[in-house]
Nanobody, 127 residues
Framework: VQLQASGGGLVQAGGSLRLSCAAS????????LGWLRQAPGKEREFVGA????????YYADSIKGRFTISRDNAKNTVYLQMNNLKPEDTAVYYC?????????????????????WGQGTQVTVSS
């Protein structure tokens, strides 16, 4: 499975961005996808995850109500819509796949649950 993230950039606080992650290889509709991020000097952290159908999603408390994860299985793409961005959202954002399951579990809150990773896209939020 190969993942290619895009859509990052520089935005002012309060603005919006939509990240995309295109997947190839494997059966896209059969696995869980996640978004995680890593800020300078910090560990990689969970942002959100979505099940195989798009019918269920998990979110980190820090972004709940501002970010929405979605997927289009026909386009082999997962999205992260980010609204009301804050300077503390500045990070490299990664999409990742857990190809071993269709269903969300508590393990998907941790980076170690994911088998495949995209290259990351930088999001910078200015104050």
């Amino acid at each position: 499975v190969q993942l290619q993230a895009s859509g990052g950039g520089l935005v002012q606080a309060g603005g919006s961005l939509r990240l995309s992650c295109a997947a190839s290889g494997g059966t896209f509709s059969s696995y869980v996808l996640g978004w995680l991020r890593q800020a300078p000097g910090k560990e990689r952290e969970f942002v959100g995850a979505i099940n195989w159908s798009g019918g269920s999603a998990y979110y980190a408390d820090s972004i709940k109500g501002r970010f929405t994860i979605s997927r289009d299985n026909a386009k082999n793409t997962v999205y992260l819509q980010m609204n009301n961005l804050k300077p503390e959202d500045t990070a490299v954002y990664y999409c990742a796949a857990d190809v071993d399951t269709r269903y969300l579990g508590s393990n998907h809150y941790t980076p170690s649950a994911y088998d495949y990773w995209g290259q990351g896209t930088q999001v910078t939020v200015s104050s």
